[in-house]
């Protein structure tokens, strides 16, 4: 049987899903899962991978060191900012092995895993591994779930042409454009990133080791500016955190975004059963080795989210299950390559910017029809 794939999808409209209870081949969608589930655990592929992380943990420590002498022996050189952008690279791998921590992926051991991903966000990436947490799990429990996945709420970027339309003046202007904008602004992400680790650590909200994860943060930012003002002029100081900022940015948003943007938005009260609203609401990247490194396996979507705590060396191999069991229950299952995706994703964002500044009393028909 083949393979039901997408490669590049102009557009993802809303799609409302009124399965309860029943799969489109008649049988139990949680037996569905559970036989894919079982397929997958009897292949092995949930067996922890340790040594592979253990191996890459230390290559990046070693490539962080190297930096780190590189930039003491540089001294006062515009050569810096090239080390600044390698920094930004290197960082976002460790957000990567964070990120699998958080997943239970590395060790068998939750509580291992959450002094190694807390460790790695916090006093490495300086990201809260507290609010990284919260916010994915919502995410993994609910894609593309308007009101429930944090991933689609309207922040600069507007996701449903419904937040699209409460723009208003230059960010209505902005809010048209948003494909295009995209990715220069990611150039801000790795500074935001940063300071929503500050604000959940020092606000009211409920926070797992608050105080654990404010020294880390207080720490590793204050070693870090220390160190670049204390070895640099102010003006390339300034430069080397703004490179390695932006270069952080958008080197984490280029890995997240191809996922699930442009993909179908489901209504808030949608039923799916946990199968297909995984699958359908995701997108892989195509791609070899060097692919894997480069997304630190997110080009895997589909399979990560089916298998969550599924180390990355084995996302490949459940990949062609997974495929194929999609292939024989009829659910359609997305992939693309990278540049297919990006463009996905400026398209869909360009056509949800359409509804910018609209008036709300004008007839959605009249208005989709003159686009």
């Given at each position: 049987m083949s393979i039901a794939t997408v490669t590049a999808p102009t557009s993802a409209p809303a799609v409302t899903f009124t399965r309860t209870k029943r799969g489109g081949n008649g049988s139990n969608p949680t037996t569905e899962y559970s036989a894919l589930l079982r397929t997958v655990r009897d292949a092995g592929l949930l067996t922890r991978r340790r040594g592979f992380y253990i191996g890459m943990f230390a290559v990046l420590t070693a490539a962080l060191g190297a930096v780190g002498v590189g930039f003491v022996l540089l001294g006062d050189s515009w050569f810096q900012l090239i080390l600044a952008g390698v920094l930004g690279l290197i960082l976002t791998q460790f957000a990567f092995l964070a990120h699998e921590a958080s997943h239970r992926q590395v060790f068998t051991s939750g509580?291992?895993?959450?002094?190694?991903?807390?460790?790695?966000?916090?006093?490495?990436?300086?990201?809260?591994?507290?609010?990284?947490?919260t916010k994915h799990s919502r995410h993994h429990a609910n894609p593309n779930i308007i009101g429930k996945d944090p991933?689609?709420?309207?922040?600069?970027?507007?996701?449903?042409e419904t937040d699209?339309?409460?723009?208003?003046?230059?960010?209505?202007?902005?809010?048209?454009?948003?494909?295009?904008?995209?990715?220069?602004i990611l150039t801000l992400e790795g500074l935001n990133l940063h300071l929503h680790g500050f604000r959940t650590v020092f606000g009211r909200g409920k926070v797992d080791k608050r105080w654990l994860e404010a020294v880390m943060l207080v720490t590793?930012?204050?070693?870090?500016?220390?160190?670049?003002?204390?070895?640099?002029?102010p003006g390339m100081a300034f430069a080397f955190l703004g490179v390695q900022l932006a270069v952080f940015g958008v080197y984490m948003g280029a890995s997240f975004a191809p996922n699930h943007k442009?993909?179908?938005?489901?209504?808030?009260?949608?039923?799916?059963?946990?199968?297909?609203?995984?699958?359908?609401?995701?997108?892989?990247?195509k791609g070899g080795v060097l692919m894997d490194t480069f997304m630190g396996g997110l080009n895997h979507q589909v399979e990560h989210h089916l298998f969550p705590n599924m180390p990355r060396p084995h996302l490949k191999k459940a990949q062609a299950i997974t495929k194929q069991y999609c292939a024989d229950k009829d659910i359609l299952y997305t992939e693309a390559t990278l540049p297919q995706s990006y463009g996905i994703v400026i398209r869909y964002l360009n056509r949800v910017g359409l509804s910018a500044g609209a008036d709300p009393f004008d007839c959605p028909a009249a208005t989709a029809f003159g686009r």
């Open positions: 509580k291992a895993n959450d002094v190694a991903g807390r460790t790695i966000a916090n006093l490495i990436v300086g990201i809260s591994y507290s609010w990284w947490m991933d689609i709420d309207r922040d600069f970027v507007s996701f449903t699209a339309a409460k723009a208003r003046g230059l960010y209505a202007w902005a809010t048209k454009r948003q494909g295009y904008l995209f990715f220069p590793r930012i204050g070693a870090y500016l220390t160190a670049l003002f204390l070895l640099l002029p442009g993909m179908p938005i489901l209504p808030h009260d949608s039923k799916v059963d946990f199968l297909r609203r995984q699958v359908l609401t995701g997108r892989n990247v």
